[in-house]
C-alpha cells in the first residue's frame, strides 16, 4: 500500500469510524462538503460492508437533531459528519439539547491543518471552539493533518469517547483536520481497503467501560435524611438515562414504592411503567387544587424537574426534607436549591439502600393513607374532565392533551414538541402517555429541531405521534430534507393555533392584538396544502375529533410520514380552558 497523503485519509477515517462502530455506533448522518470528503468515502464503504447506516442531510442543524433523535430512541451513539467553518456553528443547536438530556451523539468534523490556521485560508474559523461551552469532551487528530495521526492516537480517542458516555453521557466533538489531497482514486481506494480488511477490520476493540462508584458519604448523607415509614411522595420528572437501562429503571422504581407505599406523580415524559402502584391520574390538578393541604414529611424527586409552575411553587414553599435522585447526570438540576442530590441513579441508589436495610428487602407495605387520598382526588377530577371532554367534537389543544393518547394505539411512541403541547400533556393526558415510549425536548426546552428530531425517533421508534403547534414545526421545516424522511413511519399532529399560542397565556392581558401578533405570536400565513405537497407529504385536515379519529387509523395504515392539521382557536381555547379549571380547582 502506498504511504501518499490521500491514502492515509482514507485509512485513518477508516479505522476511526470502525472503532466507532465497535463501541455502539450504528447510524450516521452524513452532511455535504469537501474538507470531509475522506471520512464520508469511508462511511460509504463501511455502508456496503453493513456496518454501520448512513443517512444524509444538506443542513447541518437538522442532521445535529436528526442524530439526536436516533441516540434518544435507540440509546446508543450516533455520529454527524459536517464539512469546516460555518458547517459546525450549525451543529451547536442540537448540542445543546443533547448536554442538557445527557444523550450521546458524536460530532466529526473536518477542519484545516495547522499551517492554514490564522493565516486567512478560505473557510478557515475557530471551529475547534464553537462547541466547546456545551461538549462533554472537544478532541482533535493531529493537528497537522489526519494522514499524521497515529493508530494509537485514534485508538486513544475512541477509549476517552467510550469513558466519558459511559459516566456521563453527552455530546462529544471530535474535530479532524484533513490535509489534502481530499478525493482518493479507484485504484488507491481498493488497496487500502484490502489493506484495511486484513490489517483492522476484524480486529477485536477492548472495551474500556469503567464501573461508577457512588461516593459513600453521600450516600450516607442521603439515605439516612430517606425515612420510608413517614409518609412521603414521589416525584418523577423527565426520563434522562439510556432507553436501555429504562426497564431497570422501571423495577427500581417498582421496589421503591413496595417499601414505602408512597403515592407517585409521573411527568409524561418519565418513562414510568403504566402499571406501577400508587400512581395519582391528574396530579397536576391535584396539586394546584390542594398544595396547601398536602400533609407529607418527604419528597423523593427523580430527575429534572417537570415543566410545572405549580410543582415548583409547590417544592418552593414545601417544609419537608427532598432528596433528588439523577442518572449520571453530575450538574445541579434543583432550581429550588432544597434537595440532596445524588447522582449515580436509581438502581444503584435502591440496590444500596436495600442492601443497607435488610429488613425492607421483603416488606411490600399498603398504600399509606395520602396515596389513598390523592389517587381518590385524581379519580374525580377525572369524571369532571370525561364529562366536559366528551360534551362535544370541537378540537382544542388541552381536549388533544386528553383524548389523543386514548386513540392512538397504546403502543405506540409519541414524542411532544416544546412549548403549549408539554404542558397541557402534563395537566391534561392524565397518565395517557405511559403505556408506550414518550420523548420530549426537556433538556433545554427549545423548539429548535422539533421535525428533524422526531424524524430520528422515527427510523427507530414507529409509528411514532409528533404532536407540535404550528410555528414549532415550520421553524424546523429543513427537517423534510432529511434522506428518507418521507417514507418514516411519521404521524404529525400539527396544531394550528396561527401562532405561540402559549404567548396567549401568558401576555394577552397587558397587550393589544396587534402588540401580541407582533412581539409574541408572529402569526404566518402559510397554505399548509401546498407545502406539503412541495414536499411531497401526504395531507389531510379534519375539523372535530370524530375525523381525527379517523384520520390517525389512516395515517398508520399509509406507514409514511403525514400531517394531521387541525385549527385551534385560540380565543375560545382560553375561554374553555379557565371554564374548566375553575369547576375543578375553584377560582
Known amino acids: ?25 450504528e447510524n450516521l448522518i452524513l452532511c455535504p462538503g469537501s474538507r ?3 471520512l464520508a468515502i469511508a462511511a460509504g464503504e463501511l455502508n456496503k460492508l453493513g456496518l454501520i447506516n448512513v443517512f444524509n442531510s444538506i443542513d447541518e442543524r437538522s442532521a445535529g437533531f436528526h442524530s439526536l433523535g436516533i441516540s434518544a430512541a435507540s440509546g446508543n ?12 456553528s450549525n451543529l ?27 493565516c486567512g485560508s478560505n473557510q478557515t474559523v475557530n471551529q475547534e471552539e464553537f462547541l466547546s461551552s456545551v461538549c462533554r469532551r472537544v478532541l482533535s487528530t493531529n493537528l497537522n493533518g489526519l494522514h499524521e495521526t497515529g493508530d494509537n492516537e485514534i485508538l486513544n480517542l475512541v477509549q476517552i469517547i467510550e469513558k466519558q458516555i459511559s459516566t456521563f453521557p453527552g455530546p462529544i466533538h471530535l474535530n479532524i483536520p484533513i490535509d489534502k489531497p481530499l478525493d482518493i482514486s479507484l485504484f488507491n481506494k481498493k488497496n487500502v481497503l484490502e489493506f484495511f480488511k486484513r490489517i483492522y477490520l476484524n480486529k477485536k476493540y477492548v472495551s474500556q467501560k469503567v464501573q461508577m462508584n457512588s461516593d459513600k458519604d453521600n450516600f450516607l448523607e442521603i439515605s439516612n435524611n430517606l425515612n420510608v415509614d413517614e409518609s412521603g411522595i414521589i416525584l418523577v420528572g423527565p426520563y434522562q438515562g439510556s432507553i436501555n437501562e429504562l426497564s431497570s429503571f422501571n423495577k427500581s422504581l417498582d421496589k421503591l414504592q413496595e417499601i414505602t407505599g408512597w403515592p407517585v406523580f409521573a411527568d409524561p415524559v418519565s418513562g414510568v411503567f403504566s402499571d406501577l402502584r400508587g400512581l395519582v391520574v391528574n396530579w397536576e390538578l391535584v396539586l394546584r387544587k390542594n398544595k396547601n393541604f398536602i400533609n407529607s414529611y418527604q419528597l423523593l424527586r427523580l ?44 438502581t444503584n441508589f435502591i440496590n444500596r439502600f436495600l442492601a443497607k436495610s435488610l429488613n425492607y428487602q421483603k416488606k411490600k407495605k399498603s398504600l399509606t393513607k395520602l396515596a389513598f387520598d390523592l389517587i381518590k382526588e385524581g379519580e374525580q377530577i377525572s369524571k369532571t374532565l370525561k364529562e366536559k371532554m366528551t360534551n362535544n367534537n370541537q378540537i382544542t389543544e388541552y381536549k388533544i392533551a386528553n383524548l389523543v393518547p386514548k386513540i392512538w394505539p397504546a403502543e405506540n411512541s409519541i414524542m411532544l414538541s416544546a412549548s403549549s403541547p408539554i404542558r397541557d400533556w402534563l395537566t391534561f393526558s392524565e397518565n395517557g402517555t405511559l403505556t408506550r415510549n414518550c420523548f420530549s425536548f426537556r433538556g433545554a426546552s427549545g423548539i429548535d429541531g422539533t421535525l428533524s428530531l422526531a424524524l430520528g425517533i422515527s427510523r427507530i421508534k414507529n409509528p411514532l405521534l409528533l404532536v407540535t ?7 424546523d421545516i429543513n427537517g423534510w430534507l432529511i434522506e428518507n424522511s418521507i417514507d418514516m413511519n411519521l404521524t404529525i399532529l400539527l396544531i394550528n393555533n396561527n401562532g405561540g399560542n402559549i404567548f396567549n397565556r401568558i401576555y394577552k392581558k397587558n397587550l393589544k392584538e396587534d402588540e401580541l401578533k407582533k412581539l409574541f405570536l408572529m402569526p404566518k400565513e402559510i397554505n399548509w396544502t401546498k407545502l406539503a405537497e412541495g414536499y411531497r407529504v401526504k395531507f389531510k385536515s379534519v375539523a372535530n375529533f370524530k375525523k381525527l379519529r379517523e384520520a390517525l387509523d389512516w395515517s398508520i395504515s399509509i406507514q409514511k410520514s403525514v400531517i394531521i392539521k387541525v385549527d385551534v382557536d385560540p380565543e375560545n381555547e382560553i375561554c374553555e380552558k379557565n371554564a374548566l379549571l375553575e369547576k375543578i380547582i375553584g377560582n
Open 92 to 118: 451547536l443547536p442540537a448540542a445543546v439539547e443533547a448536554d442538557r438530556s445527557c444523550k450521546g451523539i458524536i460530532f466529526l468534523t473536518a477542519d484545516r491543518p495547522l499551517r492554514l490556521k490564522d
Open 469 to 475: 403547534g404550528d410555528l414549532a414545526f415550520i421553524h
Open 1 to 25: 500500500m502506498t504511504s501518499s497523503i490521500e491514502c492515509k485519509n482514507f485509512l485513518r477515517s477508516l479505522q476511526l469510524l470502525n472503532l466507532l462502530i465497535q463501541i455502539g455506533v
Open 77 to 88: 451513539l450516533s455520529l454527524v459528519i459536517t464539512t469546516s467553518g460555518t458547517a459546525v
Open 303 to 346: 430527575g429534572p424537574m417537570s415543566s410545572s409552575i405549580e410543582l415548583e411553587k409547590f417544592l418552593t414553599i414545601f417544609e419537608g426534607k427532598q432528596i433528588l435522585i439523577k442518572e449520571k447526570n453530575f450538574r445541579k438540576l434543583d432550581p429550588t436549591k432544597k434537595a440532596f442530590e445524588y447522582e449515580f441513579g436509581l
Open 36 to 38: 470531509s470528503a475522506p
